[in-house]
């Protein structure tokens, strides 16, 4: 199946957003994908997280992914993005990814659960976390997809629960903040995170100047089959279920583990 990691520059404007979100999917159909990606916070995005993210926050049955889920079903594609998620329960919104499948129905949702308390930053001050531990996954196109959001990425257990779910390709939504080093980090923690679980990863990250870009796709091996700029721009790959399979065969670390699976 094909599938486009579509690199956006959001703001806080959310039909601004929205417009973003439905011009990248149009190039993706036409591109032949069966799934487009955006970053996360694609709904509303900011420098910094702050009080506002809890304003523009939408329950998942809200305008925004309704949108989403209209435009999924207009185009015939699959699509996966952050929104900024109103709680039930806390005054803080959750950061959570949504995909929805081609018919519009929304099949799967992950709360961000490694906040990104670093490097000066205090997400948790104005997000929750996610409450469950249970690793979220999905089917499209033969091909079951693993979800996770940016800071996510520098924790391999997520990854490893997503490999032991049966994830052939793990998606990291993000917003990597820039700064010294950070760009070098990104690519080795995806590249890390595929050759350990001998997966896919797709890593998908808002644009500059608000983050790195630099989305791309490491292979089951950890090569980089493909890599954007900084720019708002798109990228459509092949991926193939055999493809892991055969790496799987090939390393078959998983299976060698002398600690047991976490399911």
């Not at 930053?121 to 996610?130: H, L, Q």
């Not at 900084?230 to 078959?252: C, G, K, M, W």
Request: some cysteine.
């Amino acid at each position: 199946m094909r599938i486009t990691l579509a690199q956006i520059d959001s703001d806080d404007d959310i039909q601004r957003n929205l417009g973003l979100i439905r011009t990248a999917a149009e190039a993706a159909v036409a591109q032949g994908a069966e799934l487009v990606v955006f970053p996360e916070y694609a709904m509303y995005e900011k420098r910094a997280v702050d009080e506002t993210f809890a304003t523009a926050a939408q329950p998942v049955d809200g305008p925004f992914v309704s949108a989403l889920a209209e435009l999924a079903a207009a185009l015939g594609i699959a699509i996966v993005a952050g929104i900024v998620e109103k709680s039930d329960d806390d005054p803080r919104p959750h950061n959570t990814l949504i995909a929805v499948d081609a018919t519009g129905s929304v099949i799967a949702r992950y709360r961000k659960l490694h906040l990104f308390d670093s490097f000066g930053f205090r997400e948790s001050e104005w997000i929750a976390p996610g409450d469950s531990l249970e690793p979220v996954v999905f089917e499209v196109g033969g091909l079951t997809f693993g979800l996770m959001t940016c800071y996510d990425l520098r924790f391999p257990e997520l990854g490893r629960r997503l490999a032991d779910a049966g994830a052939h390709v793990v998606l990291a939504c993000s917003s990597w903040v820039p700064g010294a080093g950070k760009v070098d980090q990104w690519r080795t923690l995806a590249k890390a995170r595929a050759i350990e679980n001998t997966c896919f990863v797709v890593a998908v990250s808002q644009s500059a100047p608000i983050s790195i870009g630099t989305s791309l796709l490491a292979d089951p091996f950890g090569a980089v089959v493909g890599e954007l700029g900084d720019s708002p721009a798109i990228t459509t790959f092949e991926l193939a279920a055999a493809d892991v399979d055969a790496a799987r065969e090939r390393n078959p670390a998983l299976r060698q583990r002398r600690y047991g699976a976490s399911r």
